[in-house]
């Protein structure tokens, strides 16, 4: 069973949209859920979310998380075709007794067209 | 300041032959931790290592593949008798140590690409 889902799986927008990108999950012992940009090479870093409510910002790239109904958004407004791309959303937790570790989802393909 | 390194970025094998894939944390990170991608999957977590300790390799196949992370060198990830199921890319990635945990960012390498001919 997938514990990190995102959607929609797929999504082509024009340039100047507003675009959501939707991460849920379901884990125990959750510490943390981040969010990566991967343009067919090593996945980069674009925020780390630990506590509900409180939103994280980047230029046109925002992200929220909402530890009581397992989800989080990633917002980009005005899109530009550099913001093609697969959004990745990871969790941060563990099994029982068992080290911390990334679980990630399969990702959302975001094509921006001119 | 480099990154995290990879090499091969790019590897060939035929059925049955050996891969050996190197990774390089970043400096003054002393933790690797190796995800294979298939086409059009997420990340799928493998093995989690500390100098000279496996951690966590929930995520390895029981046979022909293992990893290593010795004192001195780079990471190593090996399979065996390479299938055609095993073409994907790896990728490394490494975390800091912050009091008795690693943070949850890992900084990821560009990846090596395997392909199983």
């Known amino acids: 069973e997938d514990k990190v889902v995102q959607s929609p799986l797929s999504l082509v927008v024009h340039e100047g949209d507003t675009v959501t990108l939707n991460c849920s999950y379901e884990?125990?012992?959750?510490?943390?859920l981040l969010w990566y940009k991967q343009e067919k090479k090593a996945p980069t870093f674009l925020f780390m979310l630990?506590?509900?409510?409180i939103e994280k910002k980047s230029g046109r790239l925002s992200s929220i998380l909402d530890k009581k109904e397992l989800f989080s958004i990633l917002n980009i407004t005005a899109t530009q075709t550099g913001d093609s791309a697969v959004y990745l959303c990871a969790v941060d937790w563990r099994s029982g007794g068992s080290n911390y570790k990334l679980t990630f989802g399969k990702g959302t393909l975001l094509t921006v067209n001119p | 300041n480099a990154g995290v390194m990879q090499n091969p970025r790019h590897l060939v094998r035929r059925r049955g032959q050996e891969a050996r894939l190197r990774c390089s944390p970043m400096k003054g990170h002393s933790h690797v931790y190796w995800y294979r991608q298939l086409p059009e999957e997420g990340l799928k977590f493998m093995v989690y290592l500390q100098k000279e300790n496996i951690i966590d390799e929930s995520g390895m196949p029981k046979e022909r593949f293992s990893a290593e992370f010795p004192k001195e060198g780079p990471s190593i990830l090996r399979i065996q008798q390479v299938v055609r199921g095993d073409s994907a890319a790896y990728f490394c990635a490494s975390s800091r140590l912050y009091g008795d945990s690693t943070t949850g960012e890992l900084f990821f390498g560009e990846g090596s690409r395997l392909t199983v001919l």
């Open positions: 884990v125990t012992n959750f510490r943390s």
């Open positions: 630990t506590s509900s409510g």
